[in-house]
């Protein structure tokens, strides 16, 4: 069986070296004192809300120290991804991996559950600038090169061996997943320990494989909408539009008059229903993103009880992946970061999501009679693996093009006892 964690296969790029003049103490303590007010200031306002004059005020310097060292908010994302988040950031992968490789039945590392269930600072940081990293170029750029090279060193290669890419980079999912619903002002309840030993292979069913099916392939969806009939057509075309926006340009940008643009109208006709953006963006959610939850969810449940889902779950994964689906895994990003750093918007996402799992449950619950707790892990390991999909596949565009079957008959054979 290919095991999933293991020695670099790949030696660690050396940097290059160059010539670099010694900074005076009191310069390092300066850069120590911005890398923690960053943090900070990530932690309670995210990216989108990051000011250069706020992390001036809480390191207890001028504006102009932060400005003689960053040309930008972007530039000094990028100086604390590299500084002080991407060591905490790979060392969370690195133990995600060595979760994965366990032997069967072995208990979880006790702090690596309390590190996914409450995320520390840092690797809240972490996760907050690799959600946004897809829409800001200069992060992209970096984290994106970050995580090919760490994907070198453990051998997740594309090209080299498609099945430990797709099961090393899927492994990570449900994990990262979790940590990121646990951001949100009112967290997901979901069962840590028990969605990852789901993960690990426990199924505990009398699974019957027979010859693969013959599956029609789904149609991957070319433009971008959100058909939620409220029986206003300008509403309707309101909320598709902000939806829209929202995927690709994040919450903090997504203007009323971009808004209006975009769904063909002025702004008069957002203001005579809604009294600000947020209360568009709060509709946004409760509609558009609930009701995709709530189709994802059926399908998904549809998917988990088919006597061939074998084969189906692959195909479901590559297909959500695909980059025709960018903009809708796009808008459930962006409204879940939105939602970890303002209380009513993530109390909305947790009830969108939270319907999601019952969607999932209300399927999945009267043909898994056998276990209480069966169907519950079963659900919130599909959001919390969706959440975690997202964000990889957003940082590694070529994720769609890996075989996904091998990841799911390695799960599923460690659940059977059967050698892979």
Same mark, same amino acid.
């Given at each position: 069986?290919?095991? *999933?964690?293991?020695?670099?296969?790949?030696?660690?790029?050396? =940097? +290059?070296?160059?010539?670099? +003049?010694a900074r005076s103490q009191r310069a390092v303590r300066n850069d120590l004192r911005l890398a923690a007010a960053a943090i900070a200031e990530l932690q309670d306002s995210g990216f989108d809300g990051l000011q250069m004059g706020a992390v001036a005020s809480r390191a207890g310097?001028? #504006? =102009?120290?932060? %400005?003689? +060292?960053?040309?930008?908010?972007? &530039?000094?994302?990028?100086t604390l991804w590299q500084e002080s988040l991407r060591d905490r950031a790979f &060392?969370?992968?690195d133990r995600m991996l060595e979760v994965t490789g366990q032997t069967f039945g072995e208990p979880f590392p006790p702090d690596l559950i309390a590190d996914i269930s409450n995320p520390s600072p840092e690797w809240r940081g972490a996760l907050d600038l690799m959600l946004v990293a897809r829409r800001v170029e200069e992060l992209n750029? /970096?984290?994106g090169e970050d995580l090919r090279s760490w994907q070198?060193?453990? !051998?997740? /290669?594309?090209?080299?061996?498609? *099945?430990?890419?797709?099961?090393?980079?899927?492994?990570?999912?449900?994990? *990262?997943?979790l940590s990121v619903l646990r951001m949100l002002p009112s967290p997901v309840v979901l069962a840590t320990e028990q969605i990852l030993r789901i993960h690990q292979g426990i199924l505990d069913a009398p699974w019957e494989y027979t010859e693969a099916p013959v599956l029609e392939p789904t149609s991957?969806?070319? !433009?971008?909408? *959100?058909? /939620?009939?409220?029986?206003?057509?300008?509403?309707?075309?309101? $909320?598709?539009?902000?939806a829209g926006v929202i995927a690709n340009s994040g919450f903090v940008r997504s203007t009323v008059s971009r808004i209006a643009r975009r769904a063909g109208f002025t702004t008069a006709a957002i203001y005579e229903r809604y009294e600000n953006k947020d209360a568009l963006i709060m509709d946004t959610v409760n509609r558009a993103l609930t009701h995709h939850l709530l189709l994802t969810g059926n399908h998904n449940a549809h998917i988990v009880i088919h006597k061939n889902?074998?084969?189906?779950?692959?195909?479901?994964?590559?297909?959500?992946?695909?980059?025709?689906?960018? /903009?809708?895994?796009r808008l459930r990003q962006e409204l879940t970061l939105a939602g970890i750093h303002n209380p009513a918007i993530g109390a909305a996402v947790s009830d969108a999501c939270a319907a999601n799992l019952e969607e999932v449950l209300r399927m999945v619950a009267p043909v898994r009679g056998r276990q209480d707790t069966f169907p519950e892990? $079963?659900? =919130? %390991? $599909?959001?919390?693996?969706?959440? !975690? +999909?997202?964000?990889?596949?957003? @940082?590694?565009?070529? @994720?769609?093009?890996?075989?996904?079957?091998? %990841?799911?008959? %390695?799960?599923?054979?460690?659940?059977? =006892?059967? #050698?892979?």
């Open positions: 069986m290919t095991q *999933i964690a293991g020695p670099p296969a790949t030696p660690e790029p050396k =940097g +290059r070296s160059r010539t670099t +003049r310097l001028s #504006s =102009g120290a932060v %400005y003689n +060292r960053f040309e930008n908010v972007a &530039e000094l994302a990028v &060392e969370m992968f750029e /970096v984290i070198a060193r453990h !051998g997740f /290669v594309l090209e080299e061996d498609p *099945i430990r890419y797709a099961r090393g980079m899927c492994s990570l999912s449900p994990m *990262i997943g991957n969806e070319l !433009g971008f909408s *959100i058909d /939620v009939p409220t029986g206003d057509p300008v509403g309707d075309a309101l $909320i598709s539009a902000a889902f074998r084969w189906l779950i692959p195909m479901t994964i590559s297909q959500s992946l695909h980059p025709t689906r960018t /903009v809708r895994r892990m $079963i659900a =919130g %390991y $599909i959001r919390s693996s969706v959440t !975690g +999909r997202d964000m990889l596949a957003d @940082l590694d565009p070529e @994720l769609w093009r890996a075989d996904f079957r091998p %990841y799911t008959d %390695y799960l599923l054979d460690r659940a059977l =006892g059967v #050698s892979a």
